[in-house]
């Protein structure tokens, strides 16, 4: 069964189609919370949050994109409801007001550049350093492979500012190597 089967089976009361459709999409956000919070314990609390909010929003659901993007956004939005909450985002005023930049089209290739440079440990330890915006960035576009649409609809922000986030964080993450003297920085 496709997965917009899924979703309309779901939406009809099915609960065996939503659990599928759950299942199918856990290791993704909860691959993408741990990620973003660098906190096992807080992405697996908003993960099963998430889950919740799908479960009892299913009906609201407008299959636009993939399931696991819907998903994610509410994770994200659950995430920084809790930092709102705790006072502890930093810069969150700046979410929304990065500048508009476009990148030419040699940014992939820095950027596999840079990430092939880096053992995985290394780049959790960079990947705390960036602020949440652009490790989002980061994650969504490295990790899971959307594309620059389905990233700023997971951000609710334009492709440009997209673009910049990923951009900037390429060059502070490039900028870490040099500082620690890798592949040849």
Request: hydrophobic share 35%; net charge neutral; proline share 1%.
């Amino acid at each position: 069964m496709t997965e917009r089967e899924l979703i309309k089976k779901a939406q009809a009361g099915h609960n065996s189609a939503l659990n599928q459709l759950l299942l199918d999409n856990y290791s993704i956000l909860k691959g993408y919370l741990i990620k973003l919070t660098l906190q096992k314990e807080l992405a697996e609390d908003l993960t099963q949050e998430t889950l919740l909010k799908a479960v009892t929003k299913i009906q609201d659901y407008e299959p636009r994109g993939k399931f696991s993007t819907w998903l994610i956004v509410i994770g994200k939005n659950l995430y920084f409801d809790y930092l709102r909450k705790n006072k502890n985002l930093r810069n969150y005023e700046e979410y929304d007001s990065v500048e508009k930049n476009r990148v030419g089209n040699q940014e992939a290739s820095a950027e596999d550049h840079v990430i092939s440079g880096l053992t995985f440990e290394k780049m959790r330890e960079t990947l705390g350093t960036l602020s949440r915006e652009k490790r989002s960035v980061f994650i969504l576009k490295h990790y899971y492979g959307y594309s620059y649409k389905e990233i700023a609809e997971i951000e609710q922000c334009p492709i440009g500012t997209i673009r910049s986030r990923l951009h900037n964080s390429i060059e502070d993450i490039r900028r870490v190597m040099e500082e620690e003297g890798l592949d040849g920085f």
